[in-house]
Structures are given as C-alpha cells and as structure tokens.
C-alpha cells in the first residue's frame, strides 16, 4: 500500500512537472511578443542587435520585433481581413479584390510566391475584427495583413495584430482614433504598426462641412451617427468643421446599427429645424433613414448627405437614396488606374462595386514593396525584419493608384482628396454616382 | 384565454402588513413615476416638440405597436395552453415577412401591383400567412410535440435552438444580404382625418392589425374550436376526457399563431421595408415584452402591451429622456422600451390585465 501510494504521488509529482514546465513555456512565448508591442519602434534604428528569438536561428541580425524566415520554395504570406458578409459585403469584397489584383501584379520576392493566406471576415464590427486578427496571427509566417474595412472591427484588429509584430494596412478605416486627428494629437487607439492608406476623416469631414456651407449655403443642420468609431469620428469632424465656419449643428444624435424605426428620431431632427441630415451611417439603417426621412412632416425640404459607408452599389440603387449628397474618397484618374479596372472587370465580372479598391490595392502593393525591400537572403530562405518592416514603410514614399502615399508618424499615408458625389434620377449605378462630382477638395485646401 | 381579462389574478393587498419590502417597492415606484413626471413636464415645457409632432410620435408608436401585437399572439397563445415560450415565433415572422418581400417583389413586375394595389397586398398577405403557419406548424411537429410532458424547461430551450436552424436555413436559402421591399406608390403619401395627417401605410398596418385582432378574438370565444382551445388551456387532461384532441387543439393554436406572425411579417415589410434574416430576432424580442407587459396568457393584454410598448418606445426617449437633456437619446429607444416593461411590472407584477392561467399547474 505504502509503495502504491509513493509511486502514484511520484506520477502526480512528474505530471505537474511537465504541466509547469508547458505553461511556463507558453508564457515565456508570450511575454516576448507583449513587450515587443509594448515597445516604443521609434527608440530603435533597426537591425542592430544580433537576434535573441529561438525562432529565427539564423546569423542576419534581428530587430526587437524578430523575424519572419520564409524557408525554401515557401511563399511569402499575407493576409487579408475584410468585411465580406452581411450588409458591408461590397465593402470588404471590393478590396479582397484588390488586394488579389495585387499580388498577382506584383509578382514573386525574391524567388518567393505572395500568397494571401487568409481571407477573413471583420463583420465591419469589433468582435469580427478582434476573431479574425486573432486567427490570422496565429500563423506566423503571415507578415502583414490588409484590412480591416470598417473602423469598428479595426480597433481590436490593430491591437491585435501590431502586438504580435506584424502590420496591419487598411485601405478603408478612416476613424481619426486609429491615427491621429493630423494636428499632432495621437488617437486613443493607434499602435505602431498600424498604417492606412484611406483618407483621415478629419479631412471627410472637414470638406463635408465645407461643401454644405459653402456649396450648399446651409447654416443648420442635424448629424446621426451609430455609435461606432467611424461613425462618431465622422460625424464629430463634421461637427467641428461646420462650427469653426460658422454654421450651427441644431442637432447631434444617434441611432443603432440594427434600429429600424427612425421615425422618432427624425421626429426630433425635424423639430430642431434641421436644413440637412448628414448620416455617415451604414446598411441597413440607412436604407430606413432616408426612407422614413421622405414621411416625416417637416422634412420635405431637408437634404440628406451620407458618407463613404453608403456610397455602395446596394444603396445608391435604392429609390430613397435619389437626390442625396455622400462623401467619399476622389475616384483615382489616369491610365494605370483604368488598367486596373480592366483587369477588375476581366477577372470578376462587373465594375469596381464600392470606393475602396483601389487602396487597397495600393496597401497591398505598398506592402509588399516594403517587404521585398527589408528581405534579405540567406542561402535560399528569405529572412524579414518585422522592426525593419515598420521602418521601411514609415520612410516609404510609394507613386500608388490612389496618389502618392507617405506615412506620417501615426500611420496615416495618403494624401487625399475628398469627392463630394450626388446621386440623381440620371445616375444609375455607383460607378456614375461616383462619376457625377460636384466638388472636390484636397487636404491642403482644408489646411491639414 | 377568455374574455374574462376583467377577472386577473389581482394579489390581495388591503389587509398585508407592512414590510421594509413594501416600503421599498413603493419607494420606487415614487420615485419612478417623480423621475419620469419630472422629465415630461421640462420636455413638454420646453416647447421643443409641437402638438403635431407629439401626434405623430405617438401614431407611429401604435403603427410598430400593432405589429408587435400580432406578434405577440402567437407568444402568449403557446403560453396560454403550452405554459411555455416559442422564441422561434420571431423567426415565423421573419420567414413570413421572407415570403412577402418574394411575392411582392414578383408582383412589382406586373401591372396588377400598380393597377390593383388591394388585391396585391392581399395576395402578399396571403402568401406571407399560408407560409408563416406552415413553419408554424412544422416545427411544432417536429421540436415541440416529441416534448411533449417533458419539464418545461426542455421545449423553451429547443425552440432557441428551432429559432437559430430557421435563422441560418433562410440565411442559406436567401443570402444574407438586406432585401428592399418594393415600393408600393398608392401606400405613399397621407390620409387627412379633419386635421389629423397619418401615413397610408401605417392606416393600413393599424387597421389591418386591428381586423386580424378582432378575427382572432371571436375565433377564439365564438367557435367551437376556439372553445376545445380554451378548454385545452384551462385543463389539458379534462379536456382529453371530454373528447377534445388535444393535439390538434395545440397543432391549431400554433398555425393561429403563425398565422398571425405572418400578416405581422407583411405588415412589417410596408412600414420598414428591407430585411434579412436576422430581422425576426428584435421584433420577436419586443413582442415577447408585449406579451409579458400586457399579461402574458392574455389574448386582450397582448394586443394592448403590444401598442402600449410602441408608444413608449416612440414617445419615451422624446418625452423623459429629452427633458433631462440626455445626448443621443434616440439611441435609447430599446433601454426606454423594457425600462417600461420593469416599470409596469413593478405596480402590477402580472401585467397590465393580469395573466390569464387558470390553476397554476405542476
């Protein structure tokens, strides 16, 4: 009995031995990569340390974020997390597109294929983004991801992402807190490692603002957002900008992404006496505000204005929509840019279905610049440097489809232009409606 | 389920004592009814609103309210002879509302949606209800009648689950991308009663409920059938003795109900006109609360908890909310709705009308 016992507590002895000594394993994993996002990038020059990460076990030295080694005959892996279902589909899927049309334009590095490894969907909300980046990073061969397609599922994504070394590359979050407000105030959620090569909406906003009181000559208007980061980035830029030229907001109110009766809430805009509703919402609420908006007594007159959320080929189609104002990132000119849309059209069977394609195209093709730019040889294997990476872009200056893309110290690289577009009886698709451009301004006419 | 609505389970409260408890819960109900009579009177003051426009809050409250009504039926009909809740009615109404924007999708191609409105809506009536009491019935065949005696617990737990495989079968039998109802051009535009201004479309909701409702009411006292259904609720194992089948009582009851749901879902689609496949999940949450607010059990209290919570979402973020200067309030409509619902249940713990259980069984 004596012996029995001794022996079963030797065996429980050895089991929780090999259990701390698993755990233990794991949290040592862990804490190289939290210190490593935790880390200021800015305080290193990169690539000067010889490496310390048991990963990489080779003799190219590493920065404090380590290395991705891409074996022989290996592709170079990316990833892609887009809103591809739902409401928002056209969204994300406009850009899986053009993220594919880039890889396949890009070509090889180095010997080595480009493979999008994942396609992952945000569901243009925080716990898609937050499930999607953390499966993609669960790879780690995968050395940047394009996306996310909504600012709300971008939040999590760049935590997410950025802590595990990599970079994330959103053709379309435009929300002011992933970046900065671009006069030199960080926003509460960027992350080195975060870039973007959509337009800020500090700058949406401000030349949605501007169009409305100089184009327009509204001096009182009610803004509705849903409460999402991209929503209430917006809406609160335009507040800003309106004010500051002197108009008033007679109303800033909210609704849910998943309301349908607006009624009441327009009920109230309409008390407010408001010339203008500027809804940078989303589908399906929308779809129910601007039709309700045709009911209400005392908003027959009352314009309405969306912004880039909307400017999708399911809701320019919609009767309701006739008339409306949106925002939105200027469509890109030039030939190389309709050689894109060639090669869209070849490949998918329609034209560009929202406004993003093309940056996206241009985040892909940046990063892959910028991989192939930091990799290094080493015999047939291909080593990255994830610190060298970040670098590479922020020093990057890229001619891309969308204008030239500089990434300023918060991650915001384009230098955009904001179309402000109307949909009328004459347009029938997006890509008219998109076409028919009543204005357009640049961010050095907002003075950003 | 009787007329008897009159006859509630009203506590006796005149001879208790007086407990800490009892001051309590009057303490809150002060308190509520001082906070929500408060907030009123600085909105209303306020001027913010005109009379019209309280008016209209209030006509589209009753509008959505009716829907949730119709809805509600079918919740409180299952309550009343199943003691338990079908949380898959949202989704009957959902694959109802489905049918209709199908139909009437179909129907705007052809002349006879503009030539002949009447007949049109009525063919998507038709269509929405024969296919929501079709889902009605099937999955009470299928999850609920294997149940059948089984703790309660069981059925409320698998119509989560009916609720969920019909969510994501029309998910894969449709898409999942938002539907447009068609417009319908006749229902455009507004009726004037004497200086009252209402949207066609929510006359034809308000009054189409209200025919629904009053058919329901005299099938449910008037005919035989209505009878064995009151019967079955009443004393399911007496009513088996008496030669009532008690299956095809409750077999009818669901295809009533679903019956319902389906106008509901018609309905739905004139007065918020896209929807997908999640979109029976919200009004089949509200509707539930329009069933409990009205007394669940109670064919009358679901009608009335049903229009009584489409005005306080309607009116509620307007009227309390706004006078204390709250930003966003609209965004609140939903914390308004079952704040109600806690109010309304705090002064009468069974609902407006009282539930309507015969002996409270085992």
Same mark, same amino acid.
């Given at each position: 009995m004596k012996t029995k016992r001794g022996l079963k507590l030797l065996a429980l002895l050895a089991v929780l031995a090999l259990v701390v000594a698993a755990c233990g394993g794991g949290e040592g994993g862990e804490d190289t990569t939290t210190t490593a996002g935790a880390?200021?990038?800015?305080?290193t020059a990169g690539?000067?340390?010889?490496?310390?990460?048991?990963?990489?076990?080779?003799t190219v030295p590493a920065g404090e974020l380590g290395v991705i080694e891409v074996g022989a005959g290996e592709p170079v892996k990316i990833a892609s997390l887009q809103s591809?279902?739902?409401?928002?589909a056209s969204l994300g899927t406009d850009q899986v597109r053009g993220t594919e049309i880039a890889i396949a334009d890009f070509g090889d590095i180095q010997g080595h294929a480009v493979e999008l490894a994942f396609s992952e969907d945000?569901?243009?909300?925080a716990e898609g983004g937050q499930a999607g980046a953390t499966r993609i990073i669960a790879?780690?061969?995968?050395v940047a991801v394009i996306g996310t397609s909504c600012s709300g599922a971008g939040v999590p994504a760049s935590n997410v992402v950025t802590s595990a070394g990599r970079v994330l590359i959103s053709?379309?979050?435009?929300?002011?807190?992933?970046?900065?407000?671009?006069?030199?105030n960080e926003g509460?959620?960027?992350?080195?490692g975060y870039f973007r090569t959509a337009h800020n909406d500090a700058i949406q906003g401000a030349a949605a603002a501007r169009f409305v009181y100089d184009?327009?000559?509204?001096?009182n208007v009610a803004t509705v957002n849903d409460g999402d980061p991209y929503t209430q980035g917006l809406t609160s830029a335009f507040e800003a900008s309106f004010e500051e030229l002197g108009?008033?907001?007679a109303i800033s109110t909210a609704v849910t992404?998943?309301?349908?009766?607006m009624r009441p809430v327009l009920t109230e805009i309409a008390a407010a006496g408001s010339e203008l509703i500027f809804f940078p919402i989303f589908q399906p609420a929308g779809d129910f505000l601007a039709e309700q908006a045709l009911e209400v007594?005392?908003?027959?007159e009352t314009v309405l204005m969306g912004a880039d959320g909307l400017l999708s080929d399911t809701y320019?189609?919609?009767?309701?929509?006739?008339?409306m104002y949106f925002s939105g990132p200027q469509t890109p000119i030039g030939d190389t840019y309709d050689e894109f849309v060639g090669k869209y059209e070849a490949e998918?069977?329609?034209?560009?279905?929202?406004?993003f394609h093309a940056h996206a195209y241009d985040a892909t093709m940046m990063a892959l610049t910028a991989i192939s730019n930091v990799a290094q040889a080493d015999g047939d294997n291909l080593v990255i440097d994830l610190q060298a990476l970040r670098d590479e872009l922020h020093s990057l200056t890229f001619e891309g489809l969308t204008g030239t893309l500089s990434c300023d110290e918060f991650g915001d690289c384009a230098a955009p232009n904001i179309d402000i577009v109307q949909n009328t009886?004459?347009?029938?698709?997006i890509a008219a409606v998109r076409a028919n451009v009543l204005a357009t301004y640049s961010a050095a006419d907002l003075g950003f | 389920m009787t007329q008897a609505a009159t006859v509630d389970a009203r506590p006796t409260r005149g001879a208790s004592r007086i407990t800490p408890v009892s001051i309590f819960l009057w303490a809150l109900r002060i308190a509520a009814l001082a906070v929500i009579l408060y907030g009123s009177y600085l909105s209303i003051s306020?001027?913010?609103?005109t009379g019209s426009q309280w008016r209209d809050l209030l006509v589209f409250g009753i509008s959505t309210g009716s829907v949730y009504s119709l809805i509600a039926l079918g919740y409180t009909m299952v309550y009343g002879v199943l %003691?338990?809740?079908?949380?898959a009615h949202g989704e009957v109404f959902m694959v109802g509302a489905m049918m209709a924007f199908y139909v009437a999708n179909a129907l705007a191609t052809t002349s006879l949606w503009t030539a002949n409105p009447i007949v049109s809506l009525l063919v998507v009536l038709v269509a929405a209800m024969v296919t929501s009491t079709a889902v009605a019935v099937i999955v009470e065949r299928i999850a609920y009648r294997p149940l059948?005696?089984?703790? %309660?617990l069981i059925p409320l737990i698998t119509s989560i689950g009916a609720s969920f495989t019909i969510q994501y079968l029309v998910r894969g039998l449709v898409g999942p991308s938002t539907k447009a109802f068609p417009r319908m051009e006749p229902l455009r535009g507004t009726f004037e009663f004497g200086g009252f201004v209402i949207l066609r479309s929510q006359v034809v909701v308000i009054f189409a409920a209200l025919v629904m409702m009053l058919m329901l009411y005299l099938f449910v006292e008037r005919t035989r059938t209505g009878k064995s259904m009151r019967a079955v609720s009443e004393d399911p194992e007496t009513a088996a003795l008496m030669g009532i089948d008690v299956d095809r009582t409750i077999v009818t009851v669901f295809a009533v109900g679903g019956a319902m749901a389906g106008v509901a879902g018609a309905l739905w689609g004139l007065v918020f006109p896209s929807l997908n496949f999640f979109s029976g999940f919200l009004p089949g949450i509200k509707a539930f609360t329009s069933a409990v607010l009205g007394g669940i059990g109670n064919i009358v209290g679901a009608m009335l908890g049903g229009a009584s919570l489409g005005v306080f979402e309607s009116v509620g973020p307007s009227l309390v909310l706004a006078g204390y200067e709250?930003?966003?309030?609209?965004?609140l409509k939903d914390v308004v709705a079952y704040s109600a619902l806690v109010l309304v249940l705090i002064f009468r713990p069974t609902g407006i009308l009282g539930e309507r259980l015969a002996q409270e069984r085992g």
């Open positions: 880390e200021e990038p800015t305080t690539g000067e340390e010889p490496t310390t990460t048991a990963a990489s076990g080779t591809i279902s739902g409401d928002t945000d569901t243009c909300g790879d780690p061969q995968v053709g379309s979050n435009t929300s002011p807190v992933l970046t900065s407000d671009l006069v030199g509460p959620e960027h992350h080195p184009e327009l000559g509204l001096t108009g008033t907001i992404a998943d309301q349908t009766d007594a005392g908003l027959e320019v189609v919609l009767p309701q929509t006739e008339n998918y069977g329609e034209a560009p279905i929202q406004a009886a004459a347009e029938a698709d | 306020s001027g913010r609103l %003691r338990f809740i079908n949380f059948r005696g089984a703790p %309660r709250i930003p966003a309030f609209s965004q």
